[in-house]
């Protein structure tokens, strides 16, 4: 049987994620909704999309949907989660889960209490390098991982529009591209529980100006209908993250730093091996995201080995959508995703912000 979808926000990340990983997966968009009513059109007339709302509320009641992706700003993830829930709508939400952990935690009881799927946007673990990675870890190549160092460093790519405004987008790098990181390093650490948090955060570019930024406005910013110019969010952040099983996991994120270049980089520490994961480095010319280099380093026969692995190369976004849809063909929750791991990372990404403004250490 086709799953049948409705979109939630049409603005970029449904038009080049949501939308085509669900054509690509086999299932039928019966609708698209926007508070911007022309965009709304002009995506429904795009992809062949029979319906258009502007009020989420009246998508909600098509019979016909039975599933949803929230493709909105982030302050509206939770209100429209649960409305969809008790709909009886499955949901995709894009990252992050919410503002904070109370709507976080109110998502996944709502989720329980309906029994409605909840998967999280979390498009990263997906990654063909991630995924083979993940085998390597489930195989046991690594033994006990104990520390990770990692980080989603943008030299200059400070996105404009709703994301730069707190009471919005919640948070800057630590909310929009941390929440990544945190959460593909923490999967691959056998999702570990936190135990406390130490960060700073810092505010020092967002001023900045120069030809060829990179960057990811948002969609009024890209139509004109706002200048995006207020930025009261941080442009970098540092964290130690110490989980309950004793490992930590030490972290950097920027939308904006003087370094030599754009970075994902993952290395973890085991007991058998350790691993390194590095994306979009300049060294590697040209790289695209998702043409990581993946190395493993260890010890054989009483001398140091250094493995090169050539992951597959997939569109993580894609896989991600095709997932869920088999979830709600079979009717079940995700395996990974969850919307419990959701809440964690949550946690960890507002005590993040917490141990920024005290100056303390955030325990749990
Ligand atoms: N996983 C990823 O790689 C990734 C990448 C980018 C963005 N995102 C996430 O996707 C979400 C959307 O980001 P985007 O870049 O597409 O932003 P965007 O600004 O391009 O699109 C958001 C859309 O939501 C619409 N909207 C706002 N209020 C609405 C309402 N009340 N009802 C219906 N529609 C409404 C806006 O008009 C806009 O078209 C964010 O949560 C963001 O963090 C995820």
């Known amino acids: 049987m086709v799953v049948k979808v409705g979109i939630i926000g049409s603005g970029l990340i449904a038009q080049f994620a949501h939308i085509p990983g669900y054509l690509e997966a086999g299932a039928e968009i019966v609708a698209v909704c926007d508070v911007v009513e022309k965009r709304a059109k002009e995506v429904a007339k795009k992809f ?35 409305d969809a829930l008790e709909s009886s709508k499955h949901v995709l939400c894009e990252k992050p889960m919410a503002m904070n952990v109370e709507e976080a935690q109110s998502m996944l009881e709502t989720s329980k209490k309906t029994g409605k799927i909840l998967m999280m946007g979390f498009n990263n673990r997906f990654r063909g390098d991630a995924r083979k990675l993940k085998q390597f870890i489930d195989s046991d190549k690594l033994g006990e991982i104990y520390y990770a160092k990692v980080g989603y460093m ?13 009471a919005e987008s919640g948070g800057g790098p630590v909310i929009d591209i941390g929440v990544h990181i945190i959460d593909l390093t923490r999967y691959l650490m056998g999702n570990p529980e936190p135990a406390s948090v130490f ?5 020092k570019l967002s001023e900045y100006s120069i030809d060829g930024r990179q960057t990811w406005d948002s969609s ?46 993952i290395n973890l520490c085991g007991t058998k091996a350790g691993a390194e994961l590095d994306s979009y480095n300049p060294i590697h010319k040209g790289a695209k995201n998702n043409d990581a280099l993946l190395k493993l380093f260890g010890e054989e026969l009483n001398s140091l080995t250094d493995y090169y692995v050539e992951p597959p190369k997939t569109v993580s976004h ?31 990404l507002n005590a993040i912000y917490e141990s920024a403004d005290t100056g303390k250490l955030i325990t749990f």
């Open 154 to 166: 943008r030299r200059r790519g400070t996105p404009r529009g709703w994301f730069t405004v707190k």
């Open 318 to 348: 894609f896989e991600e959508i095709k997932y869920f849809v088999k979830c709600v063909a079979e009717n079940r929750q995700p395996e990974i995703c969850k919307a419990e791991e959701g809440v964690q990372i949550q946690k960890i």
């Open 48 to 82: 062949n999309i029979p319906k258009v709302y502007t009020d989420y509320r009246e998508l909600l009641k098509n019979p016909e949907i039975q599933a949803v992706s929230i493709c909105t700003p982030n302050y509206l993830h939770a209100q429209m989660t649960i």
């Open 220 to 265: 009024d910013v890209r139509d004109g209908l706002r200048d995006g110019k207020l930025n009261d969010v941080e442009d970098l952040a540092t964290a130690l993250i110490k989980f309950k099983n004793g490992s930590t996991m030490f972290v950097e994120v920027s939308w904006a730093a003087n370094i030599s270049g754009d970075r994902f980089y």
């Open 199 to 203: 960060a700073t955060t810092y505010r």
